[in-house]
């Protein structure tokens, strides 16, 4: 069965990671750069959550998981290496309806985690259906390459010149000229070599070539 693409908005979102080693720092890291609220679950933590915890960054419950300690979470994610915990956890979370990641054994969950590349607001996803995450991460070492930092700066500019000319392009003919003036390799070039004001100034030249003034 085919999955689900979705993004998911996790801003003040309860949410539970169990399991306190080096692949829950990093689930950890990734759900409070979300804007999720974290709570921890594990008898032990590394030491660099440790260092979290002490700066209060999540909430942390130090003891094994048990049964009732998914109640009242909008998603988990399993970060053991004991598949009896895993196993309880999944079925506890599909009983209560709660989003479930197992990392280690996907197919027990509601949900996995794709392959990423973030650059600002922008994300590129990768997702191999949990068949090969070795060529899931070796395309995703590839999207890295190919879209470097200057796409998130580049999409910012766009967001700041679309928000302001939302109201005063008024057909889509309009509106497809300029994206299509707009998204092009020079500007890009621009961003990588840090000229920015460049860049907005060649979007807004943009802006003036179908005859609206900026």
């Known amino acids: 069965m085919a999955d689900y693409p979705i993004n998911l908005r996790m801003a003040n979102k309860k949410c539970i990671v169990v399991g306190g080693g080096t692949v829950a720092c990093r689930k950890v890291k990734s759900l409070l750069a979300a804007g999720a ?6 008898p032990e933590l590394t030491v660099e959550l440790k260092e979290m ?13 048990r049964k009732g300690d998914l ?9 053991t290496d004991d598949s009896a915990v895993n196993e309880a956890v999944a079925e506890e979370a599909e009983a209560a309806g709660i989003l479930a990641n197992v990392v280690d ?22 997702s191999t259906g949990g068949k090969s995450p070795v060529l899931a991460k070796r395309l995703r070492q590839e999207l ?4 470097g930092e200057e796409y998130g700066e580049y999409l910012n500019l766009l967001d700041k010149v679309r ?9 889509p003919k309009e509106r ?11 500007i890009l070039a621009m961003l990588r070599q840090g000229r920015i004001e460049e ?5 807004r030249h943009a802006v003036s070539s179908i005859g609206i003034k900026s």
Do not use: H
């Open 37 to 42: 609220e974290v709570t921890v679950l594990s």
């Open 53 to 65: 915890q002490q700066r209060n960054q999540f909430n942390y419950i130090a003891r094994p998981y």
């Open 144 to 147: 890295a390459k190919l879209y």
């Open 176 to 186: 497809e000229f300029f994206w299509r003036e707009t998204i092009n390799e020079d």
């Open 71 to 79: 109640r009242g979470f909008f998603l988990v994610i399993c970060a």
């Open 105 to 126: 054994v996907p197919e027990l969950g509601n949900f996995s985690v794709p392959a990423q590349v973030k650059r600002g607001d922008l994300l590129l996803t990768v």
């Open 163 to 171: 928000r302001e000319l939302k109201q005063r392009l008024a057909t």
């Open 199 to 203: 860049a907005e100034a060649m979007i």
